[in-house]
């Protein structure tokens, strides 16, 4: 059992940074894949960035160039550095782990934090 617990969202204006965290309650480096997400109001959540234990990431068209997905072994920690916000970034964003198993996917999920961007 994975537990994540998310943090660092809050109510920015465009153009501010925010950056969250994600802490998880293993060894983030025994995890295939982490990831964010996020949700919109009225919007299906959608992938925003990952990243594998081997070091590889991969983000949303939408977020290149402005967001970072890092991660600190040590904490168990993996963060989402957001730069040039925009008001459509406003959304839930969670965290996720992502394990291969013999047979399937084991998916977890944190709480989510609430990220607003005014304009």
């Known amino acids: 059992q994975v537990q994540l617990v998310e943090s660092g969202g809050g109510l920015v204006q465009a153009g501010e940074s925010l950056r969250l965290s994600c802490a998880a309650s293993?060894?983030?480096?025994?995890?295939?894949?982490m990831g964010w997400y996020r949700q919109a109001p009225g919007k299906q959540r959608e992938l925003v960035a990952t990243l594998t234990n081997l070091g590889n990431t991969n983000y949303a068209d939408s977020v290149k160039g402005r967001f970072t997905i890092s991660r600190d072994n040590a904490k168990n920690t993996v963060f989402l550095q957001m730069n040039s916000l925009k008001p459509e970034d406003t959304a839930v964003y969670y965290c996720a782990a992502h394990n291969f198993e013999v047979t399937k996917v084991r998916d977890y999920w944190g709480q989510g934090t609430q990220v607003t961007v005014s304009s």
């Open positions: 293993v060894s983030i480096f025994s995890i295939n894949i």
